[in-house]
């Protein structure tokens, strides 16, 4: 049994490699490199956490629906307590 977890595992590694060469930035640096990026992307998939990768709640705060979700709920907060 654990060599079968070990094949679908390698596996699914090998799948995901393949799939993320296609948004790697990394291919022009060399073969060398790629092959070690492409290790790091298989557990990482956010290449960097520049504003355009990242989380946008890092860079631009709560988003329109946790804004409204905080009045909504400051509304019925002052309304339970009448």
């Not at 654990?2 to 490699?17: E, F, G, P, T, V």
């Amino acid at each position: 049994m654990k060599d079968q977890k070990r094949s679908i595992r390698r596996h699914h590694n090998d799948r995901l490699k393949e799939f993320r060469k296609a948004y790697s930035r990394f291919k022009w640096w060399g073969p060398d490199h790629f092959k070690r990026r492409l290790g790091k992307l298989l557990h990482t998939p956010t290449i960097c956490s520049c504003p355009m990768c990242g989380n946008d709640r890092k860079y631009l705060g709560k988003t329109l629906k946790e804004l409204s979700l905080e009045e909504v709920t400051k509304k019925t907060e002052g309304n339970n307590e009448d």
